[in-house]
């Protein structure tokens, strides 16, 4: 199972590439960016780009979920590495893929039978980003208060210790790459980075940890 996941990954890997790179950080029209993006992404021919950095990523992430969390939770693996790597690339996090992901996520998880405390964690975990959004609006976006609605409802499907496990280790990653990049005299204190993809590596532990 977790070879064809594997593999599933890697095919699905160009299409993340794809669905990434449409993406900008300042596009005007957002609108016009999500559909021009749709339409490069389903034009893609699922084969990898070289070098397969992407791909390998995808196929190694979805892989590792499956294996530890579950197949329903490998949606959430392809999902959340798009996001990560658009966020990476523009300090966004789309709506038009975190938005949708709310119910495709909630299907894929059906299976679990913890769909309810599952909607229970996305709302809790988003709530305590809205509160720190609300506090301080410069150290993160809206995005990042969605997002964490997603992995809130990943996490608390497992059991409230990795719904816990996912909010602290998201924070302590970002933490952890502001203190190296402050060490090594690449930023200053007043310096923004987006916290997107460490908030997903703070997912992938608490899914990774075993229920």
């Not at 229970?120 to 720190?132: K, W």
């Not at 609006?137 to 499907?157: N, R, Y």
């Amino acid at each position: 199972m977790v070879a064809l996941v594997a593999l599933l990954g890697l095919l699905a890997g160009p299409y993340v590439r794809t669905l990434a790179g449409a993406f900008r950080e300042d596009p005007g029209d957002t609108r016009a960016e999500a559909r021009a993006a749709l339409a490069r992404t389903l034009r893609t021919v699922p084969v990898p780009a070289w070098p397969p950095v992407v791909e390998l990523a995808t196929a190694a992430v979805a892989a590792l979920v499956a294996w530890r969390a579950g197949p329903p939770y490998v949606f959430f693996a392809l999902a959340g590495t798009a996001l990560a790597l658009i966020d990476w690339r523009t300090s966004r996090l789309p709506d038009v893929i975190t938005l949708p992901s709310y119910p495709l996520l909630a299907l894929s998880l059906l299976p679990t039978g913890e769909l309810p405390r599952a909607l229970l964690g996305a709302a809790a975990l988003a709530a305590v980003y809205g509160v720190l959004w609300f506090a301080r609006p410069a150290a993160m976006g809206l995005g990042d208060v969605k997002l964490a609605g997603l992995i809130g409802m990943a996490a608390a499907s497992l059991g409230w210790p990795a719904w816990v496990l996912a909010a602290v280790a998201g924070q302590l990653c970002g933490a952890l790459y502001a203190v190296a990049l402050l060490a090594t005299g690449r930023a200053s204190r007043d310096t923004e980075f987006p916290l997107g993809p460490f908030m997903l590596l703070g997912a992938l532990v608490a899914l990774c940890s075993g229920r």
